[in-house]
Structures are given as C-alpha cells and as structure tokens.
Nanobody, 122 residues
Framework: QVQLVESGGGLVQTGGSLRLSCAAS????????MGWFRQAPGKEREFVAA????????YYAEAVKGRFTISKNTAKNTVYLQMIGLNPEDTAVYYC???????????????WGQGTQVTVSS
C-alpha cells in the first residue's frame, strides 16, 4: 500500500501562485508515476499533470501548460505542483495520485490522496 498526503492548498487572488506538495509513504517501490488531478464542483475529475518517478517524462493538460510545473524530490518521496497565473477556473480540489504507469487517465492510478482545496478569487 502507498499513502499520499497533499498539502499547500488555500485561497489566492487571480494571478496568484501556490505550490502543492504530495508526500508518499509505504510501499513506494510500487510507484512508477505520480500525478495531479482536480475536481471542481459539479464537474468530473480531470487530469492536470504527471511525471515518471524514475525518469524525466512529464505530461500536462493543455489548460495548465506554461502555468503549472510538476516536479519531484525522490529522496523525500514528494511530488510538487507549482502553480502560477491562477484564475478562478483553476478552483477545485486537487488530488495527488500514484500508479504503475504514466498516464493521463485517472483509472490508471492506484493510490490517491485525500485532496487539498484550491480557491482562486476574482
């Protein structure tokens, strides 16, 4: 089993920045990829970004390219999501996920965090 704990969410104004963190513990040797998804009220969960745990590949959703950056510290078993240029459409609960392959699809990830709320005011 892998446990994921997110932190770093909060309330920011349009144009502001936040950095989310996700710390993994447990059987982390099972992890090949870690990613971020988000879910806004009344909407389906959507892919944000992901990276391979042992390699250099990264994926981004078109809506966040150029504004969000995913990074990792494998020594700390932590993945980060640096978000700049936030706008109200980025308001959502952000979830960290880990799984055996790098993917855009939520059902490819086996482990999920509890989520952290990001609210962007206009």
């Amino acid at each position: 089993q892998v446990q994921l704990v997110e932190s770093g969410g909060g309330l920011v104004q349009t144009g502001g920045s936040l950095r989310l963190s996700c710390a993994a513990s447990g059987h982390t040797f099972n992890i090949y990829a870690m990613g971020w998804f988000r879910q806004a009220p009344g909407k389906e969960r959507e892919f944000v970004a992901a990276n391979s745990w042992k390699g250099g590949s990264t994926y981004y959703a078109e809506a966040v390219k150029g504004r969000f950056t995913i990074s990792k510290n494998t020594a700390k078993n932590t993945v980060y999501l640096q978000m700049i240029g936030l706008n109200p459409e980025d308001t959502a609960v952000y979830y960290c996920a880990a799984g055996p392959r790098l993917s855009y699809y939520a059902d490819e990830y086996d482990y999920w965090g509890q989520g952290t709320q990001v609210t962007v005011s206009s």
